[in-house]
């Protein structure tokens, strides 16, 4: 993927200013700025302007400060989103549908947050809480035991209809 050399250039413009606008000695220049602006006040009489100075530097600061953060964040969210769905695809036993989730509608997320707070109330129930892996290996093995309970449940029955019969022939 080529970028034009304007998008590399702001690139690289957006990460030096994000790693200085965060660092201790950003806000150690702030913090000057203001305590030289509350010094200059009884200079310039707390007049009008010397409060616009202030108020319009911050302003066009906050402003301009609002998309390079934004930029910042959004590269990171999918640089961790990148990282997860490596994770995801080269686990055996995860679901491969949860990669790229973040893709999803806020009613298909919401409708996927209901179907996780089902399989941990049956995880819940469980005795060992790292048998399932995945959406579709928790569903599989929640139905498998749900059989196995009712099988024991038959046998069980069976077993007391078994030696309630051989009391009564006796």
Not at 9 to 15: G, Q, V
Not at 84 to 89: G, P
Not at 141 to 164: L, P, V
């Amino acid at each position: 993927m080529k970028e034009n050399s304007f998008a590399s250039a702001f690139e690289r413009f957006a990460n030096k200013v994000t790693k200085l606008a965060g660092s201790s000695t950003a806000f150690f220049i702030a913090l000057l700025t203001v305590i030289v602006w509350l010094a200059c006040g009884p200079i310039f009489h707390y007049s009008d302007t010397w409060q616009l100075v202030i108020n319009t530097g911050t302003t066009i600061i906050t402003f301009l400060m609002v998309f390079l953060i934004q930029k910042s964040q959004n590269k990171d969210s999918m640089a961790i989103q990148l990282k997860l769905n490596e994770l995801l695809a080269s686990q055996d036993g995860a679901s491969n549908r949860l990669l790229n989730i973040e893709d999803l509608s806020e009613e298909e997320l919401i409708a996927l947050h209901r179907y996780f707070q089902i399989l941990v109330q049956k995880a819940r129930k469980d005795d060992n809480i790292t048998a399932s892996h995945s959406i579709e290996e928790a569903e599989e093995r929640h139905e498998e035991k749900m059989i196995d309970h009712q099988k024991d449940k038959a046998r069980r029955h069976q077993k007391t209809k078994t030696a309630g019969a051989g009391q009564i022939s006796r």
